[in-house]
């Protein structure tokens, strides 16, 4: 065999093996997807990506590897990362679906289509069609799953047909895909450009040629149906007189010659292109989303103002704003509009109804992932992961109409812009397999403090065998004395997270100091801000940077909206996974440890979308009450209950007389269930 030969069948043995690298690190990926939808994780975690980065290019160089090279390879390995986990937060129903894009084989539509579907499915077949409407008719007569048509093009602007299409058709917009174009000017082996006297392609390709191909004389420009087709046309005529744009994809499909390279000349192009289906689907709220709408308005000075107003004062970013010639003649005007955010964010959900309390009519086409976002540089979100301060005087303490009397204008009322709840909505959030305000109830439960291994060992256990979905315990505890037990600090926090894993149960533990937020944050999967540290605000604004869910416990002197305030410095971080709790108030009463205050919990339903969690054990500091509290809590519909439990309540270094043991926990249980 000759030298060469062997060497390549070395690089050949090398590349499979690459391969199936590549396979067992999307499996992981896949695995790691799988644990961050059921702990409701962030798919985009930039801190960690950036570390992954650094620490390979430094591997890199030690192996003598072009950093560059290593870090563009690995870019798009974190790319397929985040796109497979996408697909696993927000699954595509359809099994093997047809997938229809306007064009033949090769055309930018048919990469973008490609691009999008291989990572979510491994049998989709691509069907091609003469036109947009034809490839939407397709999915809006359930002959086809998918559309995927062309949006936007950086250089040349938006595809409006498509956008006059899918705002009239009862199709949605369920995803994006972008993808760059290359376009090259493709012609048979052994052409000249000075050969050519006529150049195929897409209409709108042409023109983002428009200045490269002014500088060739004599040359005739003919539109055709697509890139793919230009380049067909040239091989089947086999004329060295005919030239095609195309992609260096249809060029090698159709074995054309690239007689010159990026020929639009202005560096980066890429288009954008909508993904339709015959029924919109929600996006899983730790992804990144877009929302696009369509509006009619009336041909009116200030009307267009006061939409974007509606938007702007809510901080809800408009990425494209688009006008279009009403279909009918009429005198209104109709805007497509895409809105940063998720349709089912309380805030954008708002901002969507008082437009449409302005405008003739409104449609939500669609809620779909942000694909520049998801995939962009991990360098470019850091920039962005902080939002600055929320602007206090952006927007009004909301509240449901009709609910609260009209009140005369008096001192100004405080701003809440995360937490308040204008149309019923209840936001859910995930801890481990329960999800706090999914409408059933859930109960927390394990000892006030880490004590021992044998006493956690058991209390967990109880508490899992009695049906509690999450384990609590304290590791840092804030003791009024400073003589009494402190808690077990990191080695506590070992030990609650090795019985969560045992028993299959997620943990929630206390966070006292900002230093300890972060450490924490890695072990536990929910923080809890303790009721003496409500107005904690640097705490508060820490665990607001985390992807951790956080149990925010009300104050002992605190009022409701003293408590919205604190959830509002976690949200204002952008961590919304935030569940109220509250734990009894200080009042004149002394027959209680605290005085329940139950009616917050229909106050802050009215108030709020955030779930409520009751903690009987605190309030009544008697194990008698505990039950009787709890019951109350359901009653007036709080989402969930903290109850304290000890395996020998008698000798319990904190807090035993309100722990319950493990049959009353079990009883209390199977009560409210
Ligand atoms: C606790 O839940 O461990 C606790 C100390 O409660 P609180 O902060 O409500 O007093
Ligand atoms: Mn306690």
Redesign the pocket.
Known sequence: MKKIDAARQNLDRLDSQLLDILAKRIEIVREIGEIKANQGLQVLDVQRERALLTSILEKAEKRHLSQHFVAQIFRQMIRYGRNTQESILTPLTHESPVVQYQGTRGAFSWLAARKYFSVRHTDFRMAGSHTYQEAIDAVSSGTSAYAVLPLENSLAGSFHEVIDLVAKSPCSIVGEEIIPIDLCLVALPGAQVSDLEVIYSHPVVLQQCARFLGTLDGVQTTAHEDTAAAAAKVQADGLKSQGAIASRHAAELCDLAILKEDISGVGSDITRFAIIAAQPISVDNHLPAKTSIVVNLPNEAGVLASIVNAFGQRGINMGKLESRPSADGSSLTRFYIELDGNAENPVLKEAVDSVRQIARSLRVLGCYVDRARLESESDDLLGRAVDPDPDPSAVELHVLPGKTPARKPGPKKPTFKFDSQPSGERSIVQVGQAAFGDGNFHVIAGP??VENPTQLDLAARDARDAGAVVL?G?VF??RTSPYSFQGLGWEGLRLLREAGDKYDLPIVT?VMATEQVGRVAELADML??????MQNFDLLREVGRTDRPILL??G?MASIDELLMAAEYIMSQGNFQVVL?E??IRTFETATRSTLDLSAVPVLQERTHLPICV?P??AAGRKALVAPLARGARAVGADSI?V?IHPDPANALC?GPQALSALELANLIAELK
């Open positions: 006030c403090a609590r304290g505890k804030p206390e809890q801000i303790g009721a003496r540290n416990k009300r002992l709790c734990r009894g903690d054990s605190h903290m304290e807090d």
